[in-house]
């Protein structure tokens, strides 16, 4: 039994997006994503999944053809400068188009993010000729997905470790005339796999893979470079894709060998010594952590929409269940969490663009990246959670979709570090608890 659909004025953009962050530029943005949102995302949910039995076949159909959707709207290009082709959106709007995407579903809100991620990373370590070659791909109809390969099997959170300063690196990059040599094992990357697997009537391909590799990882931040490999190098293999508890095809993890895989020099990204290190840190973890609050607080928003939906057509005692005071006090409860996360990561992305409080790498402004998303995750499963009890075994059954949210949002809690991690660098932030020496290697 589905629940009617309803409008809540304090969900509308103009009420949750402060002009004290946000442009009404921004805010206008918001409103067309979140329309596109309602229309076509929100029927197409459980065409995201397979269904119940998660066929491969409808999941991929429904996810290429609304990232494609996506690309029509602009959204996987606004990170890229006009003069190229993309918006050179605000960082406000690139956030609140996460939020407003992951209401819907926040893996098809990842996958898009993938593509500021990248040109983030070429921008900041300012690579204007790696931007106009990758270009015309971002911003391609039918579109294209990239990937980040960071984590490594033995390593687990080691390399988003500010204490380990790279040294746990062992993807390795060689020098060998005009090229690099990269061997080495990468673990959940996503999307990742064969590159044939990424191409579709609305998918054009996969773009390659932005890869965090060491020259020597006894020379820590001065050795580490992130370096761009095609998809279809020689040398790269793929498992097949890790089975998960949610985002199964939004964001296919794999892992990545990489076996004498050569590429040229000109495709290290990083030009100078230690800029990778700061990259990495504020431009891939840091703002990586940050873009997870309005993934975590869009999630929960349309987790609590769906509980007042239904709890507007169920009944006690002839009164519908969301007009007893317990819940109605359990709702307000739950909006305020949400709205006070979405204030808290857009003070943050101000924060961060005015540059008045630290670099991005800087231990202060970690601090405050951990700090949103953490806290954006705790949102999340309060509020997925409390949704479910109000909706009792509707809710935990598939068709509602209360259990998809539940099962997505862990990972986005879980990546770049995880939860506990987060805890560390605010720690760090405040009294420098991360301040001591690697123990020397014999």
């Not at 709007?93 to 990842?110: F, K, M, P, T, Y």
């Not at 709702?331 to 808290?344: M, N």
Request: hydrophobic letters at 40%.
């Amino acid at each position: 039994m589905a629940a009617s659909k309803q409008s809540y004025p304090l969900f509308e953009p103009k009420q949750k997006y402060p002009l004290a962050f946000c442009t009404l530029e921004d805010i206008a943005i918001a409103e067309t994503v979140r329309k596109f949102v309602d229309h076509e995302v929100m029927p197409r949910r459980d065409d995201l999944e397979g269904g119940f039995h998660r066929d491969e076949k409808r999941a991929l159909s429904a996810l290429h053809h609304l990232y494609r959707a996506c690309g029509a709207l602009g959204i996987t290009k606004m990170s890229v400068p006009e003069a190229l082709g993309g918006l050179a959106a605000s960082a406000s709007a690139r956030l609140i188009v996460l939020d407003e995407l992951s209401r819907g579903d926040i893996g098809l809100a990842n996958m898009v993010a993938k593509m500021a991620w990248v040109s983030s990373i070429m921008m900041a370590c300012r690579r204007d000729d790696l931007m106009k070659e990758f270009a015309p791909q971002i911003v391609s109809d039918p579109p294209w997905i990239a990937c980040v390969a960071i984590s490594e099997p033995s390593g687990g959170a080691n390399i988003e470790d500010p204490a380990f300063k790279f040294k746990t690196l062992r993807t390795i990059a060689k020098p060998d005339g005009d090229d690099y040599v990269i061997n080495g094992h990468k673990i959940w990357p996503g999307p990742a796999g064969p590159a044939e697997h990424f191409k579709s009537k609305d998918l054009a391909g996969h773009m390659g893979y932005w890869t965090v590799a060491t020259l020597d990882p006894k020379s820590g931040e001065q050795g580490v470079g992130i370096f761009w490999v095609p998809p279809d190098a020689s040398g790269l293999s793929f498992s097949k894709p890790i089975e998960k508890m949610g985002m199964s095809w939004t964001d296919e993890n794999a892992e990545i060998w990489y076996d004498n895989v050569r590429i040229n020099k000109r495709y290290r990204i990083d030009t100078e010594p230690g800029q990778a290190a700061q990259v990495l840190q504020g431009y891939v973890i840091g703002y990586g952590r940050l873009s997870g609050g309005p993934c975590l607080t869009g999630l929960a928003e349309g987790a609590l929409e769906m509980a007042l939906n239904w709890t507007a057509d169920r009944y006690i005692a002839g009164v519908p269940v969301r007009e007893h005071s317990a819940f109605a006090m359990a709702f307000g409860d739950l909006w305020r969490l949400i709205d006070i996360s979405r204030q808290y990561y857009l003070s943050v992305m101000w924060q961060a663009a005015s540059r008045n409080h630290g670099r991005p790498w800087s231990k202060e402004m970690m601090a405050k990246f951990s700090a949103s998303r953490s806290f954006a995750a705790d949102v999340a499963e309060k509020v997925t959670t409390t949704s479910m009890e109000f909706m009792g075994a509707y809710g935990y059954s598939f068709g509602n979709q209360i259990e998809k949210y539940a099962r997505d949002y862990p990972i986005v809690k879980l990546w770049l570090g995880g939860a506990q991690r987060d805890r560390m660098e605010i720690a760090h932030g405040l009294y420098g608890a991360l301040g001591w020496q690697l123990p020397v290697e014999k």
